[in-house]
């Protein structure tokens, strides 16, 4: 063998041998960073500005948050509707009706397209009644003086009338790739009605364009507000290794970017492209910063309680994780499923509705439910075990109620806002996106939007370290050193002389000082 190919065969082995040990150990600093109970690193946490907030500080960052969020909840009140409709009345006799239907001149700002109709009855009493029937319908696009015809759709539907007959939904275009449409509809098997059909009012649905408008430009301005944060965020941990990141420090560091997609900057391709790619992506992105934050929930209430109470120091990154992940996995993959099994079936028939396809929708709704419920009490046993374990532990105690606090807040808001908008029918035929379960109004869009972004803007500001902050590497969350001699309330909110945090933790840092001198 040549000595030349052989010493430069050795030389190839001992670089890659180099780069699989590099390699190992990058992976393994990896591990360690996420790990968030480790006891090698427990006492060297990089402070939070948390830990210098008084009572009063507390009350603020409340207050705050209820100014800016009642301020977006306001100029959606004084915004404009999200659904903009065109009513078309037509008048039969018979109960076989062919419809012709020409919607109004389109633009991109109306982003999508509904019809719906709603069948009145030629009855005098409030009898129930519900019968199937047979739907036909033919869409035509128009472009360029030229029209485009669609095949024919037939679709089941259901005629359900109390008082008044229920609203059907005959189509839903989720992008609009013409200036205007025309729909021929038909009604078959309306034999068995006992009433004959007295009018048939159909209506065009889209979105308002002035909707749209604001719709961007508050899209936009989350948008920059989010950078911004996160510049600030990122820029306040500069100093601070990330192996000495606190669990929420890191989670904020994953979760303000993934806001940043929640707002999505890619929204105005939505009116610039004429493909369902961009409301997919809106949905994508929404969906997994959602799951993201209830799995930030579980990881921050588990690992605070195992990082200070040091039970789980044997096991591994992968076994904290891994069960936290599958369940919150199964919601994300659930809500992924369901909404591009619904796109998927309307580009290929516009009139598809998952209601007709009920074994699979039902199975797939029974399993989220389930899955929410796991979560649910999953989520509850965290909280309750930990705050009942760490109650007396001071900062760790902080930690705790302050998150507990904001989120209830955040929680307790959005229950309210599902329940004006849905009522009491909020988990049962509202699961899939539809007509039924978009904005009524700006106030609800922006009430939402607001809602997420304000509470991850306080978190941020909560748990980013303040500008006097000191490297601590046996200070705070360290229950044997955090106190010493001094109260709960000396520490965290000052003494009775209103003595301000910072010169308790001086006073903390000489008092824990002479004790390592004389030791």
Known sequence: MDPDYAAFESSLCNEFKDFCKKLSNAYKELKEDLTPYRDDRYYRLAPMRLYTLSKRHFVLVFVVFFIFFGLTLFIGIAGPNVIEATLKT????????????????????????????????????????????TMNVIIRGTANDASVDKQVHTRPRIISCAQKCEEIIVFHLGYLNYTQFEAEVGFENLKQLRYDIKYVNFTWKTYNPTFSQVEIWFRFVFVVLTFMVTCLFAHSLRKFSMRDWGIEQKWMSLLLPLLLLYNDPFFPLTFLVNSWFPGMLDDLFQSLFLCA??????????????????????RKCLTFYLPKIFIVGLLWLASVTLGVW????????????????????????????????MYILYLLFLIIRACSELRNMPYVDLRLKFLTALTFVVLIISIVILYLRFGAKALQDNFVAELSTHYQNSAEFLSFYGLLNFY???????????????????????PAFSMLNDSDDDVIYGSDYEEMPLQNGQAIRAKYKAESDSD
Not at 97 to 113: A, E
Not at 114 to 130: A, H, Y
Not at 456 to 478: C, G, I, R
């Open 293 to 314: 934050l209830l799995l930030f929930w579980l990881c921050v209430y588990h690992g605070i309680r195992v990082q200070v109470r040091k039970i789980c120091g044997e």
């Open 342 to 373: 619904q796109t998927v079936n309307e580009l290929h028939d516009p009139t598809y509705q998952y209601r007709v396809d009920t074994g699979n929708f039902q199975g797939m709704k029974i399993f989220f439910l389930i899955v929410a419920s």
């Open 90 to 133: 037509n008048a039969t006799s018979s109960k076989v009706g062919q419809f012709t239907l020409k919607s109004p001149v389109l633009s991109t700002y109306n982003q999508q397209l509904w019809l719906t109709c709603r069948v009145q009855l030629d009855k005098s009493d409030d009898s129930s009644i519900q019968s199937n029937f």
């Open 456 to 478: 991850l803007y306080t978190l941020a500001f909560v748990y980013s370290p303040s500008k006097n902050a000191l490297y601590e590497s046996q200070l705070k969350d360290n």
